[in-house]
């Protein structure tokens, strides 16, 4: 595996060479300060495999405890609210247009690691001190912390022997996979996911977050690490309450980052509970 097949790859045999329409629509939408609800609702109206998902997940006993039956778009949005519905719907977008051979990777746990990562950025996100809101875009966290590892999900589905082959090694090394990678291959998962943001014009920051979500030490941009920074702490305590931690996915330990977040390690506890809730929303959005 070389750069250039990777690039060829993800140029032309990556499921999601192209972002779904209804991706990049829902994405405006999220950045729009005066959009609402029935933007969202016209959006799941034209792309009937959203919709019905939709459906399913307001139908769900997470998010509808009265059991009340929703039939129709506009009552899925307004039960779930307009965050919600443009959170899921960009998750679900993406999910959808993405098998792989399950014996290389079990994409069911990525994605609820994905998901959970992504409601948890958020959640981090505001236990920061106040000047650091300020420079991180709180819309961008959901698909930050969605998408970061999108990389390795290329690289699994267009170069599966190699990637099976350096997951066994980095288990059986003890290493983290992108050391792996970059000793193999000379590139990690993580520059694959910063190639792809490019090419689907995600903002910068997304394109840092793909880029160092396991040693956002090295990014010299200080404008935008402190996103880097939520999307790393947030796949920290993910993988810190894990019940079964695989050590070739487990974050590094940088204390350098909870301290410039302005976080203490505490937090790894204190969410353990909020966790369960996160996997359980991840869980129903998974099942649509
Ligand atoms: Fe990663």
Redesign the pocket.
Known sequence: MTRQQVIDFLTSGFALANLPDSFMQLQRIANDPHSDIEDVVEVAKRDSELAASLLKLSNSSLYNSAGDEISTIEGAAQLLGLRKVVESSLALGVIKKIDIDSSCLDLCCFWKRSLAVATLSEDVYLATPRHLKTIVDPKLLYTAGLL??I??LALVQGFAPEMVRTVETAIAEGLP??EVEYREFGF???DV?RILFKKWNLPEELQCVAGY??NPIELRRRLFYPLVDLVYIA?YICCASSRQPVSA?K?KMYEEVWRRSGLSLDMIDSFSDRLDEVVASTEAILSC
């Open positions: 970061h590892d990389g390795l996979i992108q990690t998962h993580q996911g979500h396991h796949d996915f974050p």
